[in-house]
Structure formats: C-alpha cells, structure tokens
C-alpha cells in the first residue's frame, strides 16, 4: 500500500509539471491519466472498484474507478499560405493492456471556401458531452477510422458529419462482417437567451451481423445561469436502434452472433460554481431491449446522484460523492438496487470544482440487494461474490489533464 501512495504521489507531481507545458518545440502535448493505489476492507475479495450494476449512467467514479491509465495526444499544425495541416497522433495504455492507438488523423482548415471548417480523415476522437460524475459521454462519434468534418457554418449553426467504418487501428471486424455509421451534428442552436440546442444524428449500416442496420437521434439543450449565476442545466433526449449505440457510437459489433438493441433515454444533469462550492448532480432512466428474439423482458435502468466540492482554501477541498441505482426488468425477474458513497480529502491546484491535478484520499462505502448480489455473484469478476451485500473501499487517486 506504501509503494502504491508513494508512486501516486510521483505521477502527480510528475504530471502536474507537465500541465503547464503544453507546447514542446511547436509540438501541442496534451493528455490525461488517472490512478493510485486502493485497498478493499474485504481481505476475501481484493474488489479495487467498478462498483455498479451495468448502466450507462450508473458507475459513480470517484472512490469507485477501479482502474488506471494515461493518454498522451501528441498534435504538429503546419501552415502553409492560411491553410493550416495538422498531423494528430494519441497512444493510451490502460491497465495491464497493451498500448493502443485512439487516434491518429490529419485535419485541414483555413479553406478559401470554409474557413471556419476543420476536415480530417483518419481515426478520430470526437466526444462531444459529458456526465463526468459517472464517466460517460452522451455525445459521442466514437474512435471508429474514417473521415469527416466538423465547424462548417450553415446558417448561423455549425454542423458536423463523419462517415466511419467498423474497424480501428487495434482491432478490425470479423471476417464475413462489415458496418459503416454516418453522423450529423448541428450545433449552436440559439433557443433561448443563455439556452442551446444540440443535435446528434447516426444512421448504421451491416452485413453479417445477427441483425441489420440502425439509428439513432439525440437532442440535447444546455442551459447556462439556470435559476443563479454559473450554473448549467444540460438536458438529453435520446433514442437508437439496432448497432447504433444511444450516445452516437457504433453499438455492439464485435460479433455476428451479437444482435442490435432498442434504447431510450432522458437524463437532467446540472453543474455549477459558486465561489468556494462547486458540483454536478445528475437523474437518468434509461430502457434497453435487445433485438434477439429469444430475450423477451426489457432492462430499466435509473440513476440518481451527484458529487459536492467545496474548497476550505486555495489547494484544500473536500470532496463528498453519493449515488443510488437500479435495475429493474419488464417480467418477474427481481429489481437490483446499489447505493455509493464517497468522502475524498482532495489536494487541488485551485478550489474549482475542474481543477486537475487532483490528489484524492478517499474512503468508499457501497451496499446492495439480494437481486444485485445474484446477478453479480461470480466467483473471480463478480463484486458480490460469496453472496456479499457491501463493500468498503480506501485509498489514494491522482487524476490531472493538461
């Protein structure tokens, strides 16, 4: 446990450095990485986090991550006569995993005809919006290779496409199996004084798959100063079909055995910063039916839960995150429930609720039902193995992007 803090301690320091040089001889260097050491109560079962019962919106990540990784994008513009190239490459290593690619692109922008348009090709990350409570994007093109374009103006909105296939760099689809996703995505739709509208559009194609094709259409309003100054309210509706996941990734193509799925999903997420006080607060529900023929109940999920920060002086905050769960199914089968808790003394670079690097010791509480328990009990993965119903956890956590 001591060698774990120590080296924590390090990487923070190490990385915090970093933060602040961002450019290295013309070469943009940004990144993110996260870990520690961690400590389970339960000497039977060395659970180091990932407690949730498999929502989207339903792993309440701090003192709760279980996992550790960094990412480095490495990005050189080049400008030639107002037209500006750039060459963008980002390696990750997670876990006990090998190092991957994310991405890897060449973008141009600065067109006679666009100016304000960045087009690119290659392998692209293009997250678009964030709970990041329960670290999960709602708004998502995924890492998939193709091209696309994002920032064209049209009318007083920005829009954005992107054609992809199925494959990445680390692993392509199998043999006998295709797929290939188009999105739309317009942006910057005034609303209302302080309200914007998002709009994010995927349209799936297959072949070889257990299913075909699929859908999906988000909506998505931000609302800034939502009743007192510097708070946000962020509203999604979103519904997909078939391989087109909710968020505006592919869904499940690794497989031709693996069949599409129908989701809904509303969720209300709210974030704010008021001198010292800082949060995001979240609810969601969310329904899933897969398309095979042979599952005939559907999965609800809910999600209810927030994190508080409040700084006690410049580099000193105090970090409280709590969250209740369910699972509950459309026949007999028993509802699942898990509630989280987290306290985390938090060394900070300043006392806002983003401020990265972070230093975190935290100790977390979780329990759960019976039905949880059941569904969760395997023997080596399960964190309810040996028909456990709660798990505390402790331990120490850097977290810093730059």
Known sequence: MKMKLTCAAAALCCLSATAFAADVGGVEVTGYSRGGGVYSYNK???????????????????????DYGLEVNIAKTFDVDGVKYKLDYMPTKWNSGNVGT??????????????EAKIWAGQRRLRIQDIHIVDHFLMDYGVN?????TDLAVGGVKVGAALQTGDTFDQKMANGTSANKFNVDVSEINTNPGGKVRVLLTSVSTSGLASSGGSGLTLNHNQSNFGMPGLTNSVFLQTSSGYANINGRFGDISAATVY???????????????GRFGGQALVGYQTTKSDDPAVTHTVKDTSLGGRISYAYTKNFKMLFDAGTTSRSFSDSTPSQRLNKITIAPTIAMSPDFWSRPELRFYVTKANWNQAAADANNNATTGFAANNRKSQTLAGVQYEVWW
């Open 260 to 274: 599409g799925k129908k989701t809904n999903r509303i969720a209300d997420s709210i974030t704010w910063q008021s």
């Open 44 to 66: 039977d079962q060395q659970i180091k986090g990932g407690l949730t019962l498999g929502g989207d919106l339903q792993k309440y990540r701090l003192g709760n991550e279980g």
């Open 145 to 149: 290779q193709g091209a696309g374009v």
């Open 102 to 115: 994310e991405q890897a692109f060449v973008e141009v922008s600065g067109l006679s005809f666009a100016p």
